[in-house]
């Protein structure tokens, strides 16, 4: 098994080499089957591991795989070496199996973009880096595939180029999440300075003894890769990229903005969780920064329009539950959403897809509505995935894994009262904002006709995700109902096992909670959105400016166009002529000046040159007659 | 002399005889074809000679010469050099000049008084193998003898050439006067025994004059524009590697012999010449339009860069050698472009002529950059280790004037050689094909070598790794 490890990776890659070297000239079928098939072939192969793993557990836990050694440098020696443990297993799966029907869905949905090579070439690359991230068996190849998510999200982001607002969008994801990737850089270089060594696991060993709980050092260092995370995993206050990026093609939305790279921060702090439980500030702030996340991305869902950008802070949202249940300590419950999620999100962006060709690249929901006759099956696929979302009890993936999270964010060691109560209301606006969703799009009259009508290719992966959004759920259940637990059993031989307080009140009462709050916000929702009551209650003035406020992010853009982007203008416009580019000019114009004068002694006459060397000899003798 | 001894100097037989070889082939009147091929052989021989002798190393044959490592690499390398100078001449002076043949004799005699200086433990070989390179190089420098500027050059060469030679004398004069010996370890304990008295610097300042005139280093350096510019392509690249390459193997076994970077005095005397050098050397080239005058000045410079290797003592030697090596190649391949764009009636130097060379020929373009971007260090080029050798034993060493004014030059020589590189990459001017009148034998030769010497510069470039262990491994043989 150590052997196929390599291959995971290694045919996304070779499909971006392929397509990138001959993709101009390939026909289109030739383009699908090599950008799809070798995610496919990915998927099969990872599926293979995972049985094989699944069977019997490998010796240390994880197949490991050295291919070679990428440098050495005095005590730094890294290896490109490719481990597969419990943990990666759940990421690898998720990002070919997912991958592969999101590539599937591409063929045909991209099919008639002149560009289509270039869109796999990119895509395969994106593939190819995610798995060396989470394959990567120390943090130097890890941060190559994490540079390389992030190159590829930004190629995609930016893919029709030609729109100016799309290339400011990529210009936007790149350089916001560019400040996470700083961060987590030093964050590494510290850690190096700190330990020595930048292998995963030397870091888990050492790190108990090296640092003690709760020091500077470690809370520096654990910070710094928090905010890393924050910024792939579009956390407050880094969260502003992932709407915009939404200017991608929609397979992109919901394979890097769903699925796969957003989670990067997720797992980052998961793997690193050794460093993270040495530092229970950080875990605090991890927590604080997610229940905060995912209340402010859910009221601005609550208030978009255009359908992707919901589905966009429904992400941000989701991911704030990640980062709160890492944050409690729920490390499993943490994944285990990771999980579900990426199946129903990669559902709901792949479908709206469909309904925005459906329907001449309308993104406004308002201007869509009753789609439910017309699209059957894109309805039946949309409803899994908002039902997922919104966690409907017992019938749905999402509900298994929220209300683990929920559960924790109370009764784990980390876990109050008040992040309970956030996670909650967060609850209840998903709720709510899947229930306007689904209402506005496909139910009403219909105000944009369909033009067309998707692809097979496109409809079976959505039934196929649709199909484990439902039942990817049913492999981890609440203690208190049935003692089914292959998930955390799984992760659990790699993660720890969450911290319980003791003393706690039944589990049964907050599942009851929950489900109450979820209902009822699916039944809010039904008030204010069926049929036509919603219009009047919106036009009273607070409300209305309450929903601008949610409409605009929380005025984030502006807030940080007025903090650093102004200021910075201002500086570029005071230092026009740069300052620093003085000493640069001096240089030159100095080197010019000397010039001139120099070349008056090449003027070819002997007797100078006769004098030349007699300066010498004097300039010679002179010295040493001083000295 | 034991039969040893003779042994270690078959190599500079062979290079001694290649020279009678060639006037016997002209004797018998042979053609320049017939001529050049057995030249080639010959140091082919020479090579193998050397291939042949390596187990004896080190050997001493008193009192004047001493083959050891340090003599096989700067000789190796001057051969080496040599091999590609004799591959470039054939197509240059078989267009050019109706009696080539005796250029060949000039070439190996220059060559065998390189290679005697390499091994030179003494004055009087010292003064002899000097002589012996200077005199054929007079010759070799005005060889075109219908050029005015050839003419001049040579003469400009042996007047500057005379005086500094005089000075050498007076210089190896004051140094015998005041330690009684004329042999470098001889010297170097009579020295560290009664210490050094105002004649014996004298005598050292003024070996330093005839040796910065050889090699060009400021302000003896007036020559080199005039005499690069007039000279054939392929002596121009004699005089930048071979001769060059010589004169600096001497006086660095000369320094070692009389510790002279010990010397508070030489070593201020020298750091000074070398700031001049690269300030100089670089400066003068920055807006010069002549391709030969500006590797003139570049080569100036790097010969600055070269003493800061020098001025680190034994720790610089190593790096010295790398950078040696990698300049060679680099010049060499330089002036093999120089030399196949030349046109009958004129060397192919002004900048002008190279404009859009990328699109009229794609290779020699690729060669021509590659050798300039190795001459400017950029990474993955055999110039930026060499520099980068250069640049760690000068801060090992503490040099920090020499090595901030090392940077610094560097940045300004960029903006030259990138000159030349976007003119080779500028649109083309309509020009007519050049003819070619030679076998396209010569031609795929030229071609095949110099893509040779640019896979060289690379794989130094990227792997310099094993020929600094294998130089260091030379450098322990003495």
Redo the contacts between chains.
């Keep these: 098994m150590n052997s196929l490890l390599a291959y995971i990776p290694a045919l996304p890659l070779l499909g971006f080499i392929i397509l990138s070297l001959f993709g101009r000239r390939s026909p289109k079928p030739v383009i699908a089957w090599v950008g799809a098939g070798t995610v496919c072939l990915a998927a099969l192969i990872t599926i293979a591991v995972g049985v094989a793993f699944m069977q019997s557990t490998p010796a240390n836990g994880a197949y490991s795989q050295l291919l070679w050694s990428w440098f050495r440098v005095g005590a730094l020696s890294v290896d490109i070496n490719l481990r597969v443990d419990a943990l990666t297993l759940v990421f690898i799966f998720i990002i070919t199996f997912v991958g592969a029907l999101i590539h599937i869905y591409s063929a045909f949905f991209m099919w008639h973009d002149r560009d289509m090579a270039r869109f796999f070439a990119s895509m395969n690359l994106f593939v190819c880096s995610m798995l060396l991230l989470v394959m990567a068996d120390n943090l130097v190849l890890l941060y190559l595939g994490w540079e390389g998510v992030g190159l590829c999200s930004y190629l995609l982001i930016g893919f029709w180029y030609e729109v100016p607002s799309n290339s400011r969008a990529a210009n936007k994801a790149f350089l916001i999440t560019r400040i996470g990737d700083t961060a987590l850089l030093i964050g590494l270089f510290l850690l190096f300075k700190e330990l020595g060594t930048l292998n995963m696991n030397a870091i888990q060993q050492q790190a108990p003894q090296h640092f003690t709980t709760g020091s500077a050092d470690i809370v520096l260092i654990t910070v710094l890769l928090l905010v890393g995370g924050m910024g792939k995993s579009a956390q407050m206050p880094l969260q502003t990229w992932l709407p915009d990026a939404m200017a991608g093609p929609s397979p992109v939305s919901a394979l890097i903005h769903a699925a796969t790279m957003v989670t990067a921060g997720v797992y980052l702090i998961a793997r690193m969780h050794g460093l993270f439980l040495l530092s229970p500030v950080t875990m605090a702030i991890v927590a604080i920064v997610g229940a905060v996340t995912l209340l402010v991305a859910g009221c601005s869902a609550l208030a978009q329009t255009d359908i992707k950008r919901i589905l966009a802070y429904s992400t941000i949202s989701q991911i704030g539950y990640m980062f709160l249940a890492l944050g409690v300590g729920a490390w499993s419950a943490a994944i285990f959403h990771f999980f579900t999620h990426a199946f129903f999100k990669a559902l709901l962006f792949l479908a709206a897809g469909v309904v925005i060709e459906a329907l001449h690249h309308e993104h406004n929901i308002f201007r869509m509505g009753g789609l439910r006759k017309r699209m059957p099956e894109v309805f039946i696929t949309f409803l899994a995935g908002a039902a997922a979302l919104s966690a409907l009890p017992l019938v749905t993936a999402g509900f298994f894994s929220k209300d683990a999270i929920l559960w924790y964010s109370w009764s784990s060691a980390g876990g109050t009262s008040v992040l309970w109560f956030m996670a909650l209301v967060g609850a209840f606006i998903t709720a709510l904002y899947s229930t306007r969703l689904m209402l506005v799009v496909f139910w009403g009259e219909m105000r944009t006709p369909v033009h067309q009508q998707p692809d097979r290719g496109m409809v079976i992966p959505l039934i196929i995700l649709a199909f484990f959004s439902i039942t990817a759920g049913f492999i981890e259940w609440p203690h208190n109902m049935l003692h089914l637990s292959l998930f955390s059993d799984h992760v659990q031989q790699v993660l720890p096992a969450t911290v319980m307080k003791r003393d706690l009140p039944s589990e049964w009462l907050f599942q009851a909670i929950a489900t109450v709050i979820t209902l009822t916000g699916v039944y809010i929702g039904y008030m204010l959105y069926y049929g036509k009551s919603g219009v009047r209650w919106q036009q009273s003035p607070p409300l209305a400016a309450t929903r601008d406020f949610f409409f605009s992010g929380w005025k984030f853009d502006q807030l940080y166009n007025f903090l650093f982007v102004k200021p910075f203008l201002f500086l570029t416009r005071v230092n026009k002529s740069d300052v620093i580019d003085k000493l640069y000019n001096g ?2 114009q100095a ?2 000046r ?2 001139g004068w ?2 008056v ?2 003027n ?1 006459s ?1 007797r ?3 004098v ?2 007699l ?3 004097l ?3 002179t ?3 001083l ?1 | 002399m034991t039969n040893l001894q003779l042994l270690a100097l078959l190599p500079f037989m062979v290079l001694a005889t290649a020279a009678v070889v060639v006037i016997l082939l002209i004797a018998f009147k042979q053609s320049h074809t017939v001529i050049q091929v057995t030249g080639f052989f010959m140091m082919c021989a020479v090579v193998l000679a050397m291939w042949f002798v390596r187990d004896t190393l080190p050997r001493e044959v008193p009192p004047l010469l001493v083959v050891d490592g340090l003599a096989a690499l700067f000789t190796g390398l001057i051969i080496f050099s040599v091999l590609v100078v004799g591959l470039l001449s054939y197509i240059y002076f078989e267009e050019r000049e109706e009696n080539p043949k005796e250029y060949y004799i000039l070439l190996f005699l220059a060559t065998l008084g390189a290679a005697v200086l390499t091994i030179s433990r003494h004055f009087i070989s010292f003064f002899i193998g000097l002589e012996l390179l200077s005199v054929s190089l007079y010759a070799l420098i005005a060889y075109l003898r219908n050029r005015n500027n050839a003419i001049e050059a040579g003469v400009k060469y042996l007047m500057l050439a005379a005086l500094t030679s005089a000075f050498l004398l007076f210089g190896m004069a004051l140094i015998y006067m005041e330690t009684g010996s004329m042999e470098f370890t001889a010297i170097g304990n009579a020295i560290t025994k009664s210490g050094t008295s105002v004649l014996f610097l004298m005598g050292i300042g003024l070996i330093v004059v005839a040796i910065g005139f050889k090699l060009a280093l400021v302000p003896f350096h007036l020559w080199a524009a005039d005499v690069y510019q007039g000279a054939p392509a392929p002596v121009t690249a004699f005089i930048a590697t071979v001769s060059k390459i010589g004169v600096f193997a001497v006086f660095v076994r000369f320094a070692q012999a009389i510790h002279l970077h010990e010397n508070a005095l030489a070593v201020t005397v020298l750091t000074v010449i070398a700031i001049a050098c690269m300030i100089a050397g670089n400066v003068l080239a920055l807006m010069q339009q002549n391709i030969k005058r500006l590797l003139a000045y570049s080569s100036i410079a790097h010969f600055g860069y070269l003493l800061v290797a020098f001025l680190s003592g034994d720790a610089g030697v190593g790096a010295g050698v790398f950078y040696l090596l990698a300049y060679s190649i680099t010049l060499l391949s330089a002036f093999g472009i120089i030399t196949l764009l030349s046109t009958r009636r004129k060397d192919a130097d002004e900048l002008s002529g190279y404009r859009g060379l990328f699109w009229r020929n794609p290779l020699m373009a690729a060669i021509f950059t590659v050798a300039l971007l190795s001459l400017a260090g950029i990474p993955l080029t055999a110039g930026f280790p060499a520099k980068f050798f250069i640049l760690t034993v000068g801060v090992q060493q503490h040099m920090w004037l020499l090595a901030v004014v090392l940077v610094l030059t560097s940045v300004i020589g960029l903006y030259y050689y990138l000159r030349i590189i976007s003119t080779l990459f500028a649109s083309p001017p309509l020009s007519p094909a050049k003819e070619k009148s030679l076998h396209p034998l010569f031609y795929a030769a030229t071609y095949t070598s110099l893509v040779v010497l640019m896979f060289l510069l690379a794989w130094l470039g990227i792997f310099p790794g094993f020929i600094i262990d294998n130089v260091q491994e030379f450098l322990v043989i003495r």
Excluded: R
Aim: overall charge neutral; cysteine-free.
């Design positions: 240089i030159a080197g010019l000397l010039n120099f070349s002694s090449q070819g002997l100078l040159y006769i030349g060397v300066a010498g000899i300039f010679i003798i010295l040493q007659l000295l």
